[in-house]
C-alpha cells in the first residue's frame, strides 16, 4: 500500500477479527516498526511483547473484556523504561513508546490488517499489576499500552479530522 493510503486507511478498530494466526513474516515486519521508531537521544526505552497464546490473551481479555482484545489473534504490549540522560537528565519514555505505537499501527494498516491503540483502559485501577502478573513483565518496564490487532470483519474507518487549515500551518 502507497505510504500515504495508509496514513488515510490507518483506524482506530474496535470490532472482531477473522479466526486464523498471524504469519511470522508479518509479525517480524510489525514489530521491526517497533524497534525502528525515533527515540529521545536514541535510549530505544520501549519494549515489545507480541502476545499469541492462546490462554495468556484469554487472561488478557478478562482485564480487558473487549470484543477487539477476545478477538484478536495478537495482542501486542508495548513497555517503556524510564532512563534519565546526558547532563540535563532528559527523560523521553512517553515520547518513545508513543513514536513506536505509530509505527506499529502504521504497520498493521499496510500488511491489510487494522488494530487499536488501548492506552487509556490501561490507567484504570489495578490492569498494569494484572498485565504485569500475566506476563510476568520486569518491575522496571512500564507498561504502557496494548495493541490488539489482526485481520478486521467489519469494515475500518478513520474518525473524521477536522479541517487541516484549522491545525496545519504554513509560514
Ligand atoms: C494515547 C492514546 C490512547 C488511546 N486509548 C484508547 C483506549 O483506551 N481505548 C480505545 O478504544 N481507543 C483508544 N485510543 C484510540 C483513540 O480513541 C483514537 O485514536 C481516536 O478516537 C481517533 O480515531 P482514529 O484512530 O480512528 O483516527 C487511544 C489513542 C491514543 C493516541
Redesign the pocket.
Known amino acids: 500500500m502507497d505510504f500515504f493510503d495508509v496514513i488515510k486507511n490507518r483506524?482506530?478498530y474496535?470490532g472482531e477479527f477473522e479466526k486464523g494466526s498471524v504469519p511470522q513474516e508479518d509479525l517480524d515486519l510489525i514489530l521491526e516498526a517497533g524497534v525502528r521508531a525515533p527515540s529521545g537521544l536514541n535510549m530505544q526505552t520501549t519494549t515489545f511483547y507480541a502476545v499469541t497464546d492462546e490462554k495468556l490473551r484469554k487472561r488478557i481479555s478478562e482485564v480487558f473484556p473487549t470484543k477487539a482484545v477476545e478477538t484478536a489473534p495478537v495482542i501486542l504490549v508495548i513497555t517503556s523504561k524510564l532512563v534519565y540522560a546526558g547532563e540535563s537528565q532528559m527523560q523521553f519514555e512517553i515520547e518513545d513508546y508513543s513514536a513506536a505505537t505509530e509505527n506499529m499501527l502504521l504497520a498493521i494498516t499496510a500488511l491489510g490488517y487494522a488494530g487499536?491503540?488501548?492506552?487509556?483502559?490501561m490507567r484504570f485501577e489495578g490492569n498494569v499489576d494484572r498485565m504485569r502478573q500475566i506476563l510476568s513483565i520486569p518491575e522496571d518496564e512500564n507498561i504502557r499500552t496494548i495493541v490488539p490487532f489482526g485481520k478486521p470483519v467489519d469494515p475500518v474507518t478513520?474518525?473524521e479530522k477536522k479541517p487541516i487549515e484549522e491545525r496545519a500551518h504554513i509560514l
Not at 116 to 121: A, E, K, L, P, S
Open positions: 483506524g482506530s474496535r487499536v491503540w488501548m492506552d487509556g483502559m478513520q474518525k
